[in-house]
């Protein structure tokens, strides 16, 4: 079992190993799409290549030439095929052999790949990019490899039908049209998609550090939190306001243990001068907002802790518990608890905590406060004392 101090500093930890992890997701996702957004490339430079050689191949194909030709319609339709580089660099080697790779159906950079590849591995090319490209492409290729690697195909996919058929567009007016929608709604669905995944990480934190706080394993809200991040596509709407009513919950919380730590630090300062210190009294001034201690050698007289710790105010004073007291001791009981509280204000300093006087009354300003405590209850010194006069 943790102990107190000990579940604090996990708490306190929690947040940090959360960035830590959180760091190394985001790093590892860009890797992710940075790869996904170079195949991208290299498939549309297969595709690309390919219906170029099919367009300059020799019109005398041979029965050769017909198999060479039947397996780059399949790679310029985007089809899987086996080793895609060797048929390519079959067909330039074909092309460059017949001479027909002249300037208007084959670009000089393919032409000098195509002696390249009879020389060199076939496959050296497939991740650069040979061909002059159309720079909305390129954004395009970044924008759909960004979708389908961290958000799914679901994302992606209507996107990419949209680009094949833009593709299959004849008139190039239209065709650029087309193009700058989808880039624009490509841009705009990547950005809804980053807002809602980067609050999600953050809903996700935010769960994480109140379900380690003491009682919250099991709380409703951490469930409703759970049943929004498990949707393939989160609603934005929910996730703010999870992420609002985490952040009052764990604010709650830190306030009810900030004012726990001080009330136990206040009782275990006192027990320490000697005052009775029993089970539940912390619980007692937390429900009931005052708790009366007393101590042995001062028989018939206490001290009042009165004030919600919660908000880091305390009144604390010397008070009677039995109306049959000589009032004339009353100065000499508040004269003693003047010296306590400086040892008190001592203690609490050695301990890292400071107790600072915002009003004091001099001894016998005002009358000791009657507390009547029934002797026979002996857990009445921790529960029954009404709550302080302000």
């Known amino acids: 079992m943790l102990l107190q101090g000990e579940t604090w500093l996990l708490q306190k930890e929690v947040p940090l190993e959360t960035n830590f992890i959180q760091l190394d997701l985001l790093q590892r996702q860009e890797q992710a799409v940075a790869k996904a957004t170079e195949l991208r490339k290299t498939q549309r430079n297969l595709r690309t290549n390919a219906a170029t050689l099919l367009k300059a191949m020799p019109a005398d194909a041979t029965e050769a030439d017909a198999a ?74 970044g924008y759909l490899a960004r979708l389908q690697t961290l958000y799914g195909a679901a994302a992606s996919e209507p996107f990419q039908q949209r680009l094949a058929a833009i593709e299959e567009q004849a008139q190039q007016a239209r065709r650029e049209l087309l193009l700058d929608s989808l880039v624009l709604d490509l841009a705009a669905a990547s950005a809804l998609h980053k807002d809602i995944g980067e609050r999600s990480l953050a809903l996700r934190s935010l ?34 306001a999870l992420s609002s009513q985490c952040s009052e919950a764990i604010a709650h919380e830190m306030t009810k243990q900030t004012a726990g730590t001080r009330r136990r630090a206040m009782l275990e300062g006192l027990a320490s001068l000697g005052y009775e210190i029993r089970e539940g009294m912390e619980t007692a001034w937390a429900d009931a907002g005052s708790v009366v201690l007393r101590k042995a050698a001062t028989p018939g007289y206490g001290v009042e802790l009165g004030g919600r710790s919660e908000n880091g105010r305390l009144q604390v004073r010397a008070v009677s518990l039995s109306s049959a007291n000589d009032p004339s001791r009353d100065r000499d009981i508040e004269t003693i608890w003047c010296g306590e509280f400086s040892r008190l204000r001592a203690l609490l300093a050695e301990q890292g905590s400071e107790l600072t006087i915002e009003k004091a009354l001099g001894v016998g300003a005002v009358p000791l406060k009657l507390v009547e405590i029934e002797e026979g209850n002996v857990s009445a010194a921790g529960q029954l004392a009404a709550p302080a006069a302000q």
């Open 68 to 141: 060479l030709m039947n397996a780059l319609e399949l790679i310029a339709d985007g089809r899987s095929v086996a080793n895609p580089a060797a048929i390519l660099a079959q067909g330039f080697a074909r092309l460059s052999s017949a001479n027909r790779a002249d300037a208007e159906t084959v670009s000089d950079a393919q032409r000098d790949l195509a002696h390249a590849l009879q020389i060199d591995r076939p496959d050296k090319w497939i991740a650069e990019d040979h061909a002059v490209r159309e720079p909305r492409l390129e954004r395009i290729d």
């Open 207 to 240: 769960a994480s550090e109140l379900a380690a706080m003491p009682g919250q394993a099991n709380s409703p809200l951490l469930a409703q939190v759970a049943d929004c991040l498990a949707q393939q596509t989160p609603d934005i709407q929910q996730i703010i």
